[in-house]
């Protein structure tokens, strides 16, 4: 049954003792992890889910993913990492049974370098609001990518697609992003893409 994940203080509890405490299953110890990660990464949810309703019930499931298997973190890296990977996969998850990725139109011969400076030409705060308007498939390769760090291969794997159909939706992303930035005015910020996407990791 899953714990019932309901606000309440648990300060000053350090990180392993909520790893040792949600291996003992303990109550006290779950609501911590959930207090202490759930804002941010609720913020993950919400960069691939428009709908509040599901990237709440995304983020529930897995947080109690990451309670249920706690004995799978070894402690080798970050722990926060290895819970926004579980995370991430149940938002993959719930995006794979309601959109068909396989749909997305592969493209060769675009010339790849128009596009590759898009991240530069936002501030983070646009980013985040700029992706709301994206179609799922651009905005979740986009996320995966940029955000996440995958390779195509890895995301091709995640999503059942081709490499090439990932590099697409990719490069499509990238250049409707463009097309958003000029549409709302959005003033250029060259040389920032790497603080933009430490910004993206810790925005909400």
């Known amino acids: ?17 909520i790893i040792q405490g949600c291996r003992r299953q303990h109550r006290h110890a779950q609501q911590a992890l959930y207090e202490k990660y759930s804002p ?24 109690f993913k990451a309670m249920s298997k706690i004995d799978m973190f070894k402690g080798a890296g970050s722990f ?7 995370v991430v996969n149940e938002a993959l998850m719930h995006l794979r049974k309601n959109n068909n990725f396989k749909l997305t139109v592969e ?15 936002l501030e983070a705060q646009d980013i985040l609001n700029l992706l ?16 996440e760090g995958f390779k195509h291969r890895e995301i091709a794997e ?5 490499i090439n ?31 933009i996407v430490s910004s993206l990791l810790y925005i909400f």
Request: positive net charge.
């Open 132 to 147: 709301d308007k994206l179609p799922t498939g651009y905005r979740t390769i986009f996320n995966l990518y940029v955000v």
């Open 80 to 86: 926060e990492g290895w819970i926004r990977r579980i």
């Open 158 to 162: 995640q999503l059942g697609i081709s």
């Open 40 to 63: 941010k990464m609720f913020g993950v949810c919400k960069r691939y889910l428009r709908n509040h309703e599901d990237a709440e019930d995304v983020l529930v499931e897995g947080l």
């Open 1 to 17: 049954m899953k714990p019932k994940l309901v606000h309440s203080k648990t300060t000053n509890v350090t990180e392993q003792e």
């Open 107 to 121: 493209i060769s011969n675009i010339e790849i370098q128009s596009f590759i400076t898009i991240q530069d030409e």
């Open 165 to 195: 159909t990932s590099k697409s939706q990719l490069i499509l992303a990238k250049k409707r992003l463009r097309k958003l930035v000029r549409e709302n005015q959005i003033p250029g910020v060259g040389g920032v893409l790497l603080l």
